[in-house]
Structure formats: structure tokens, C-alpha cells
């Protein structure tokens, strides 16, 4: 958890770098583009992908004897399905938009194209290895996208760089940079001896198509306001409220954290019938860890936000009331959906999602025209937190939970703080003593 709860840390870090170069580098408008360009790729894509990762993930965690053959199979799926989406996207991408934003649809159709297949690729390579229970080469290898990219932006603001199709290149260089690896961190001269299994193929389809209703719904929900915002809003006023939503989602950190190494190990349980405790005990600890750290992150951010994008991002501030504890919510929805996949049921995290999309598109249909991005983050804060209601009453149904089990911490909960308060102390202290001896060595 320490080590995936970093590798997320250093993750989100990277994000919030990206997002304070490009801004200062490109300006309001120019990192509305650029918003725009990365969220109608990464929706096409994932629209697209028939849960694909979700299932690798699943059937290498619960099939030690097929893994070889699921990670070739998931490559293969992945090449197919990219190609195809990078094919419908070139054509249905200039539909949506006016004639005189016709070279950012041409930018957005460019990207599409090239980063299709790698990011695909890189998704269910890594699903492998979360699937694997290769925790420390699956943390390195998606830490490694993100810090490339932020390595890349850092050498274009140096450069003086204010082109944002630069800017969005740096993306696919850190997204095929992290497939390689990821790659390479998994056995993969045996891998590559496994042929792709039709038989494979069609279980991982069928858990995929059930996934897949969900991250329709999900990506809608997710970047749904964006859209909308980049079709009617300037392009000044989405750079506004992707910097909001930017550093709220440092929040996630936590939540996404857990999900993660939660994931193999909710399968595992399952199969021995101790889905329940494990829900139960990952759900209370990281209830109350994300709660803390919205407190936090809350009060911070106007201070950060200001000083750290700058003053022309002021107004992004005032969001963060709404779009922090939405993040809250998002998190939370994040470790009850992985409850249900790792039980076999990803349909009821699919049908989550669609009771979120219908209140996004009736939230952004009365809030936005009137609010603005105000009323974008209110959608968001409806819909994320009906989503919690649908899968929280599932959970109580399914998993045979209750809410006191949920949010109430325990002895044991109370126990494992005190411990975690004492390993970090020894570790700070370690490291202390480490740059004490280099010191003085020195």
C-alpha cells in the first residue's frame, strides 16, 4: 500500500506539475486546447476499449495457470481495438465540431492516431501486472509515463515553447515510453512464447462488454463537463476548471491507492469467501484517510492554487468547495467498483455508472447553461455522490455489509494507524540518520 500509495503520490505530483507548466507556458486559452486535444482522445479511447484492461487485470489474477496467454491475448485486443478507435474517431471527431474550430479537430484527430494503440497497450500491460500481484514493477512502469511527460514539459518551458501541440506530443512520448517498460518489467521472453487463446479472448469479452457499460457511463460523467466546455465555452474557462479539477484530484491519491493493491487481493478473498471482511476493512480505513486529506487539500488550496499556476487562475479557487468533496465521493465509488469486479460482478459498477451519467446529463443540462463551471463541479458532486448511494445499497444487498461495518473504524483499524504512525516515524528517522552520515562524510 506504502509503495502504490507513492508511486500514485508521485503520479498526481507529476499532473500537478504538467498542469502548472502548461499553464504558465500556454496561457488560459492554450491549456484549454490542450485540455481539449487529451480529454476527446482519452474518452474516444476508452470508450472504445470493451474493458479490456478491467479484464486482464481480472483473469490474471484469478487464473495463475493462463496468465502467459492473457497478457499476449490483452496485447493483441489492444492493437485491434486501438486501430479501430483511432479509425472512427478520424471521421467522427470534425462532426462535433463548428467549422471555425477546424484545426483543433485536425489536432485532436492527429493525437487520436498516435495514441491509440500505446496507451491502450501500456493499460493492459499494466493490468497484468497489477493482476500478477508485480506491485513494485507495475508502480514503476505507470510512474514512468507521468514522469517523462513531466521531464519533457519541464524541457519545453525551459525552451521557451508556447506550442501546444509540442506540449500534447510530450503525452505520447511518456505513454509509449511507459507500454515499453511495462513490458519489460513482466517476463516477457516467456510471454512472448504464449500465443493469443480465442477461448481467452471470449471470457475476457464477456467480462469486458459488462465492464464497458460502466466506463461509458464513467468517462461520461468524468469528462462529460469538459466536453461541453471546450464545444461552448472559451477556451480560457476550461483552462480554469481543469486546474481545479487538477488539484483536486491530488486527493485520489489515496483512494486509488488502495484500489489497486486491494484489487488481487479482493479476488483472492472472495474465492475463500471473505469478500466482506475485505471490502469492509479497505472501505473504513480509506474512508476516513481520504476525509483527512480533503480537510487538508481543502484549506491549502487557496494558498497553493494561486502562487503555484498563477494569478490569473484565482478564480479557480472558489471550485474547490465543490470539487473536493466530490473527489471525496469519486474516490470512495473507486473502492466499492473495485469490490464488485473483484467478486465477478463488474455489471453492478456498470449500472453505478449509468445512474451517475443520468444525473450528469440532467445536472450539466440545468447548472451549466446558468453557473457556468460552477455548475459543472455541482454535476459532478450530484453525480458522484448518487453513484456512492447506488453502489453503497449494493454492497449492503451483494456483499452482505452493512454501513456500521463500512464507516465505523474498529480497534483493529485504531491498532494499524498507531502502527503505520510508528513505521513512518523509524522510517523519517532512518532517513535522518542516512543524510546525517552523507553530511558529515562529506
Known amino acids: 500500500m506504502f509503495g502504490t500509495a507513492t508511486a500514485t503520490a508521485v503520479i498526481l505530483g507529476c499532473g500537478v506539475v504538467t498542469g502548472l507548466i502548461a499553464a504558465r507556458s500556454l496561457g488560459p486559452a492554450g491549456r484549454g486546447e490542450l485540455a481539449a486535444i487529451t480529454t476527446w482522445a482519452s474518452v474516444l479511447l476508452f470508450a472504445g476499449a470493451f474493458g479490456l484492461p478491467e479484464a486482464v487485470a481480472y483473469f490474471t489474477a484469478a487464473d495463475r495457470g493462463s496468465r502467459d496467454r492473457v497478457w499476449t491475448t490483452g496485447q493483441a485486443g489492444a492493437v485491434v481495438l486501438g486501430v479501430l478507435v483511432a479509425i472512427i474517431g478520424w471521421w467522427a471527431i470534425p462532426l462535433a465540431f463548428r467549422a471555425d474550430d477546424a484545426a483543433l479537430a485536425g489536432a485532436i484527430r492527429w493525437y487520436l492516431i498516435l495514441f491509440a494503440v500505446p496507451c491502450l497497450g501500456f493499460a493492459c500491460a499494466g493490468s497484468w501486472l497489477q493482476g500478477a500481484g508485480s506491485l513494485h514493477a507495475f508502480n514503476v512502469s505507470r510512474s514512468s509515463l507521468h514522469v517523462i511527460n513531466a521531464v519533457l514539459m519541464i524541457v519545453l518551458a525551459l525552451a521557451g515553447s508556447q506550442s501546444v501541440m509540442y506540449f500534447a506530443g510530450a503525452t505520447l512520448v511518456g505513454t509509449t515510453a511507459g507500454w515499453f517498460l511495462s513490458a519489460v518489467f513482466s517476463p516477457l521472453s516467456r510471454l512472448l512464447r504464449a500465443r493469443p487463446s480465442i477461448a481467452i479472448a471470449k471470457r475476457m469479452l464477456h467480462y469486458g462488454v459488462r465492464v464497458q457499460v460502466g466506463n461509458w457511463s464513467n468517462a461520461a460523467s468524468l469528462r462529460l463537463d469538459q466536453l461541453l466546455l471546450s464545444l461552448f465555452a472559451v477556451p480560457a474557462t476550461l483552462g480554469l476548471y481543469v486546474v481545479a479539477v487538477s488539484y483536486a484530484n491530488i486527493l485520489l491519491t489515496i483512494p486509488a491507492s488502495a484500489a489497486m493493491v486491494m484489487m488481487p487481493q479482493i479476488v483472492e478473498r472472495h474465492a475463500a469467501g471473505g469478500a466482506r471482511e475485505c471490502l469492509q476493512r479497505w472501505y473504513r480505513r480509506m474512508l476516513w484517510a481520504?476525509?483527512?486529506?480533503?480537510?487538508?487539500?481543502?484549506?491549502?488550496?487557496?494558498?497553493?492554487?494561486?502562487?503555484?499556476?498563477?494569478?490569473?487562475f484565482q478564480e479557480a479557487v472558489p471550485l474547490l468547495a465543490v470539487l473536493v468533496p466530490a473527489t471525496l465521493m469519486l474516490g470512495m465509488n473507486d473502492i466499492l467498483s473495485t469490490a464488485f469486479h473483484g467478486i465477478g460482478r463488474p455489471d453492478i459498477s456498470s449500472k453505478g455508472e449509468l445512474v451517475g451519467l443520468a444525473v450528469t446529463v440532467a445536472a450539466l443540462s440545468a447548472l451549466l447553461p446558468r453557473y457556468g463551471v460552477l455548475g459543472a463541479a455541482l454535476a459532478s458532486l450530484l453525480a458522484?455522490?448518487?453513484?456512492?448511494?447506488?453502489?453503497?445499497?449494493?454492497?449492503?444487498?451483494?456483499?452482505?455489509?452493512?454501513?456500521?461495518?463500512?464507516?465505523?473504524?474498529?480497534?483493529?483499524?485504531?491498532a494499524a494507524l498507531r502502527r503505520v504512525s510508528v513505521r513512518a516515524q523509524q522510517r523519517l528517522a532512518r532517513a535522518t540518520s542516512r543524510r546525517q552520515v552523507r553530511t558529515h562524510g562529506l
Not at 480533503?294 to 491549502?300: D, E, S, T
Request: glycine residues 12%; hydrophobic residues 50%.
Open 290 to 312: 481520504t476525509v483527512l486529506g480533503a480537510i487538508a487539500i481543502g484549506l491549502l488550496g487557496a494558498i497553493i492554487v494561486p502562487v503555484a499556476f498563477g494569478s490569473a
Open 384 to 414: 458522484y455522490g448518487s453513484v456512492h448511494v447506488y453502489l453503497t445499497r449494493q454492497a449492503i444487498v451483494i456483499i452482505g455489509t452493512d454501513l456500521k461495518s463500512l464507516c465505523v473504524p474498529t480497534h483493529d483499524d485504531l
